[in-house]
């Protein structure tokens, strides 16, 4: 499965575009997202396409909550 994240220089959360069953699905739809307003702007910020496995924990260790 591949992610397609948008990064925003100006916000702190990255935008989820969708997951795709290929590499070159995601690229295509990286291609689409860059015509629409915000995307379309190449200052705004970036595109990533990370690779997942399905079935598989990503997250293998607890976190420390910063908030206490």
Do not use: C
């Amino acid at each position: 499965m591949f992610i397609l994240w948008h990064t925003s220089k100006t916000e702190e959360d990255p935008k989820l575009i969708g997951a795709y069953s290929s590499q070159d699905e995601a690229i295509s739809a990286r291609e689409l997202a860059l015509l629409l307003p915000g995307f379309s702007d190449t200052d705004n910020g970036q595109f990533t396409i990370d690779r997942y496995q399905l079935n598989v924990d990503h997250w293998t260790e607890g976190f420390v909550d910063g908030q206490r």
